[in-house]
């Protein structure tokens, strides 16, 4: 007897083919499913051969690396640069005997120095580490890296005439000539220059921009540019000559001198010195030529005056103390005529305001504690100068007091 159940027994060839049929279609619904969740690439590519999706180097580092094959040297230089373009360090430079380290022989060229040093070695000549060789180039800059040791000076864009260059986040230290030399319409940013036995920056033609730069302790001026130039919230300090020197029409703004052996700042005719501050400097702390301005400075303990100016200047709002502590200096001096020295206030000097010659106006300001607080040559237009060295006002507690200054003159000059 057959004990299999019913359902278990083995189905007809037709039931097989049946059975075989329904299996399939599930399986190609299901792959047919899939197919439809799955995102892939279209059907019909575009026109055009198949190109790869990688990048290529030249798109990674569009730059030209300096090297001995990019920018094989010459006769006198270790790299030169002769096409312009964008070009990098991969490493640091030693300097060799005879031959600058990269020359710069095309206009439109940037060097970034990547962070890396250019060092000289003794004894190499008067070789730098970065020149400009052809006259009138145009439109080169130097970023970022460090600069030191040359016997012929740092970086050099201006020896040659060059225009509109730029030099940023550069450090000039312990050159031989000039730490960072630009030239016309030029600018040098957040730069450093110590030690050099040259200036520390020179824009020696006009029309240059000097910004949030420190010059220290170089052998001749901190800062010098020529006329027409800027130089803002700079530092000069401790340099042999003056710290910042300016040829005329310049402006100097938001900027410290302190410690140099010359004149903190020295600037030529019609040029304005704002918010700065001058100390501590071995001659004057400012000095101006004809036609300038200095306004709301503090000046401080230089051994000549604190400042002095020339003619038809404007001295106003200037807080100058302890200047002359050489024995013999003013804290303002005035040695031409048509000057306006207004609002300042001058203490502790040899001579508090010190005015040579006849026509100038003097008005609103204070004098204290100078060994002769006024000494002001005959002929000159002076507001009245009230004598308030003896107490004038009694303690004051509260909203009010009555007025101590003892005039109503809107000009009134005070000794107190």
Known sequence: MNHEPADLAPPLPGDRRALLAGIGGIAAGAILAAAKSAHAGPLDPPAGPVAGTYKTL???????????????????????ITQPGSYYLTGNITGVIGKHGIEIAASGVTIDLMGFDLQG????????????????????????????????????????VSHNGRVENVRASGNSDVGILVGQSSQVTNCTASLNKGTGILAS?????????????????????????????????TNTVHGINTGSGCTISNCTASNNTGNGIAAGGGCTITNCASMSNTQLGISVETG?????????????????????????????ASNGNGGDGANIHATGNDNRIEGNN???????????????????????????????????????ILDRTAPASAAISGNSAPDSTGSTHPNANFTY
């Open 205 to 237: 033609l006009g029309g240059s921009t000097i910004l949030n730069c420190t010059s220290y302790q170089n052998a001749n001026y901190g800062i010098q540019v020529s006329s027409d130039s800027t130089v803002l919230n700079c530092t000069a300090s």
């Open 58 to 80: 030249t798109e990674v580092e569009p730059r030209i690396a300096i090297n001995a094959v990019n920018t094989p040297g010459g006769a006198n230089s270790l790299f030169r």
């Open 292 to 320: 300038s301005t200095v306004a709301d400075c503090t000046v401080r303990s230089n051994v000549l005056d604190g400042i002095r100016c020339n003619s038809s200047c404007i001295v106003r709002n200037n807080t100058c």
């Open 346 to 384: 001058c203490i502790l000097a040899d001579r508090g305001i010190d005015v040579d010659a006849a026509g100038n106006i003097i008005v609103r300001n204070t004098c204290s504690g100078n060994t002769v607080n006024w000494d002001i040559a005959a002929n000159n237009v002076v507001g009245p």
């Open 121 to 160: 070695v003794p004894g190499m000549g008067n070789f730098k580490g970065v020149i400009v060789t052809v006259s009138n180039l145009t439109d080169i800059a130097v970023v970022n890296g460090s600069i030191r040791n040359w016997d012929g000076g740092g970086v050099d864009l201006g020896s040659f």
